[in-house]
C-alpha cells in the first residue's frame, strides 16, 4: 500500500492509500497492476480547499512509476464529482457479492 498525508502546522488533515492489486493481462494491455484508490479521507475543518484533489492527484500522478494500468475507487455522492473532474466514470458492469458472515457469529 502507498500513501499519501496533506499536514497543516505539523497536523495530518488529509491521507489517500493506493493498494495495487496484479490481474492478467489483457490483449491490449500488458501491464497487469490495478491502483484502487482508499481511503481518501480530509478533516472536515479543512474541506473545500483543494486537499482531496491534491491528494488524489498525488496517487494518479504516481501511476506511471508503479506501472498502474489503470485505477478505480467507490465513491461517495460527496466525492463523485471531484473523480469525475479528474476523469473517472461509473462502470455499470460492476458487480459485487458479500461473503458469508465470520465463523462464529
Known amino acids: 500500500m502507498h500513501t499519501w498525508f496533506a499536514e497543516v502546522d505539523d497536523r495530518a488533515v488529509g491521507l489517500a ?6 490481474l492478467p493481462p ?3 494491455e500488458e501491464r497487469t ?13 479543512h474541506r473545500r480547499l483543494g486537499i482531496g484533489r ?13 506501472g498502474v494500468r489503470a ?3 467507490h465513491a461517495t455522492e460527496d ?4 473523480y469525475e473532474q479528474l476523469g473517472f466514470e461509473p462502470v455499470p458492469t460492476w458487480m459485487e457479492r458479500p461473503g458469508p458472515p465470520p465463523q462464529g457469529r
Open 33 to 45: 497492476l490495478v491502483g484502487h484508490l482508499l481511503h481518501v479521507w480530509v478533516d472536515p475543518a
Open 54 to 66: 491534491a491528494l488524489t492527484t498525488a496517487c494518479l500522478a504516481a501511476g506511471p512509476e508503479l
Open 17 to 22: 492509500s493506493v493498494v495495487l492489486h496484479d
Open 79 to 82: 466525492g463523485r464529482p471531484l
Open 71 to 73: 485505477f478505480s475507487l
Open 26 to 28: 489483457r490483449p491490449e
